[in-house]
């Protein structure tokens, strides 16, 4: 840190940004969901996070707000021009339909696309679920996706006969087994094919929407 500052000897404190300069970018359910995370967990099911990004971000956004623009500017978020708009979303997704395409006019109030909240909605179901709950949500899901890979690799395997004088036995098909099983296990540890995250994600969002109903 010393070294950055003595770098940039024009450096400036930065401040917290007030609730109304964030929801300009930001709903309040999005951030809602930031300000009740009380520990280590996973924010729209990729991004790490703590206790302590709500305020980080709230520097952040303080430090890109603390400038005024000059009287004669205007700034804006996104690239504006006469008659064309570039648009970004608030969240993050995948682009479910897009009710536009590029050249079109858009009238006021006008849906241009639909975004897939499965990552938002899991990253609110994690606040509601502890974190020993998420740890054998994943487990199971791991576990899972071993037992669906050790059968496709049992298939793939099944016609394939040792080598020498001692292959072809029942004691190389259980060897066989054996091994397969450990390679479905360790492929599934290492992020596998995706099956764990979809499993993961449903067995979080059964269980947040039993706690909201318990």
């Not at 066989?176 to 067995?203: C, P």
Request: charged share 20%; net charge negative; with cysteine.
């Amino acid at each position: 840190m010393t070294v950055l500052q003595e770098a940039f000897p024009d450096w400036t404190e930065a401040r917290e940004a007030t609730e109304a300069e964030i929801l300009r970018c930001h709903t309040e359910p999005y951030l809602h969901v930031m300000r009740t995370i009380d520990g280590p967990t996973w924010f729209t099911g990729d991004t790490p996070a703590s206790q302590t990004t709500y305020p980080a971000a709230l520097l952040a956004a303080g430090g890109a707000c603390a400038q005024e623009p000059p009287p004669n500017e205007v700034r804006a978020s996104g690239h504006v021009e006469a008659t064309d708009v570039r648009l970004a979303p608030e969240v993050g997704g995948r682009i479910l339909t897009l009710a536009v395409k590029e050249g079109d006019r858009v009238e006021p109030n006008a849906l241009v696309l639909q975004l897939d909240a499965t990552d938002f909605e899991l990253a609110a179901a994690l606040q509601k679920v502890s974190p020993k709950q998420q740890a054998k949500a994943q487990k199971t899901a791991t576990d899972f996706e071993a037992m669906f890979l050790n059968s496709m690799f049992s298939q793939m395997t099944s016609g394939l006969k040792g080598e020498g004088p001692f292959g072809d036995t029942p004691g190389t098909g259980v060897w066989r087994s054996m091994l397969t099983e450990q390679y479905s296990k360790n492929f599934a540890k290492a992020g596998g094919v995706g099956v764990a995250t979809e499993v993961y994600r449903t067995l979080i969002m059964q269980q947040a929407k039993t706690i909201r109903t318990a």
